[in-house]
């Protein structure tokens, strides 16, 4: 599928690029460029927000007559906006890929485009608990402690929360214990959030000691943060099989309906959809996400390169 998907992203740069070369030659002969104009709007990922305000203000600057429209919220929650709530996107920015092809394919776009990849970590503060104390062997033993007091993502909402869980799962292998990922779903549930980005503030403030995030998510809001071990933090393809063994049942595409997620290596998907086929602005905004200056912007966010 990667493999798969790949080759489709580059069938799209080099169908745009030509499109655009052939606009230019048509043009050539107006003494103006080809101005791109008009409104985009974006629905993505929270932890999409960073990288995708910089894009927007670079293209924005290359393109002074357009305006890129960004709605961020949990990918779940963005799918069930097109597809429940049928409100008006251009394109979908997903922190998981497979959510566009498990919910928007083929009946809302025919393309998914992978462009990012990330990891789960564990951020904290100065402030926080046993700051002094915890790494990637203890972590498991000091947030089960009572006066500790860690957040997340709602698995129903948002990708970051189900591949917490799924971490969890992978940590009882990886440690040998049995009970990990059954603590901590009884532990600290008030502190269960729509989405990572949610949990930003509560740290800030000391609310929490501990969150579960992407790991450019830490990097943005200047978070100290535990790296998990390779082999339970989805960030490595070499560990595919064991990712595998994880998996979770959250809400689908209709009430009542559930999509089962099984752990992989953390890759984001970027879609135009089928209403936005005549937006030419929209296309060149996802020709420019997933150019090399694109892409620069996007890793020096915290993200991996796919």
Same mark, same amino acid.
């Given at each position: 599928?990667?493999?798969?998907?790949?080759?489709?992203?580059?069938?799209?740069?080099?169908?745009?690029?030509?499109?655009?070369?052939?606009?230019?030659?048509?043009?050539?002969?107006?003494?103006?460029?080809?101005?791109?104009?008009?409104?985009?709007?974006?629905?993505?990922?929270?932890?999409?927000?960073?990288? $995708?305000? =910089?894009? /927007? @203000?670079?293209?924005?600057? %290359?393109?002074?007559?357009?305006?890129? !429209?960004? *709605?961020?919220?949990?990918?779940?929650?963005?799918?069930?906006?097109?597809?429940?709530?049928?409100?008006?996107?251009?394109?979908?920015?997903?922190?998981?890929?497979?959510?566009?092809?498990?919910?928007?394919?083929?009946?809302?776009?025919?393309?998914?485009?992978?462009?990012?990849?990330?990891?789960?970590?564990?951020?904290?503060?100065?402030?926080?608990?046993?700051?002094?104390?915890?790494?990637?062997?203890?972590?498991?033993?000091?947030?089960?402690?009572?006066?500790?007091?860690?957040?997340?993502?709602?698995?129903?909402?948002?990708?970051?929360?189900?591949?917490?869980?799924?971490?969890?799962?992978?940590?009882?292998?990886?440690?040998?214990?049995?009970?990990?990922?059954?603590?901590? $779903?009884? =532990?600290? /549930? @008030?502190?269960?959030?729509? %989405?990572?980005?949610?949990?930003?503030? !509560?740290? *800030?403030?000391?609310?929490?000691?501990?969150?579960?995030?992407?790991?450019?998510?830490?990097?943005?809001?200047?978070?100290?943060?535990?790296?998990?071990?390779?082999?339970?933090?989805?960030?490595?393809?070499?560990?595919?099989?064991?990712?595998?063994?994880?998996?979770?049942?959250?809400?689908?595409?209709?009430?009542?309906?559930?999509?089962?997620?099984?752990?992989?290596?953390?890759?984001?998907?970027?879609?135009?959809?089928?209403?936005?086929?005549?937006?030419?602005?929209?296309?060149?905004?996802?020709?420019?996400?997933?150019?090399?200056?694109?892409?620069?912007?996007?890793?020096?966010?915290?993200?991996?390169?796919?």
């Amino acid at each position: 599928m990667r493999l798969k998907l790949s080759f489709l992203s580059l069938i799209f740069i080099v169908f745009f690029s030509c499109n655009n070369s052939k606009t230019q030659k048509t043009n050539s002969t107006n003494t103006d460029s080809v101005a791109i104009t008009g409104k985009v709007v974006i629905f993505h990922a929270g932890s999409m927000s960073f990288p $995708l305000r =910089k894009l /927007k @203000e670079k293209f924005e600057e %290359k393109n002074p007559g357009s305006e890129i !429209l960004l *709605e961020g919220a949990g990918s779940l929650e963005c799918a069930r906006k097109i597809t429940d709530l049928k409100k008006y996107c251009d394109i979908f920015a997903s922190a998981d890929y497979k959510i566009i092809d498990n919910m928007l394919i083929p009946e809302y776009t025919d393309s998914n485009f992978i462009f990012a990849s990330n990891e789960i970590i564990i951020a904290f503060t100065d402030k926080s608990k046993f700051a002094s104390e915890i790494n990637n062997k203890n972590w498991f033993q000091i947030l089960q402690k009572p006066e500790v007091i860690f957040g997340r993502a709602e698995p129903n909402n948002d990708p970051c929360g189900y591949r917490t869980v799924m971490t969890w799962q992978l940590a009882d292998d990886f440690y040998g214990k049995k009970d990990i990922e059954k603590n901590f $779903l009884k =532990k600290n /549930k @008030e502190f269960v959030r729509p %989405k990572e980005m949610d949990l930003i503030s !509560l740290i *800030e403030t000391n609310s929490l000691d501990y969150i579960f995030v992407y790991k450019s998510v830490a990097i943005q809001n200047n978070l100290r943060y535990v790296q998990l071990p390779d082999e339970i933090n989805l960030s490595n393809k070499i560990f595919s099989s064991i990712y595998k063994n994880s998996s979770i049942e959250v809400s689908g595409k209709k009430p009542g309906e559930t999509i089962t997620f099984v752990g992989e290596p953390i890759i984001y998907g970027i879609t135009l959809l089928k209403q936005a086929e005549k937006n030419v602005t929209a296309k060149e905004f996802l020709k420019f996400v997933l150019s090399e200056e694109g892409k620069n912007i996007i890793s020096k966010s915290g993200f991996k390169g796919i």
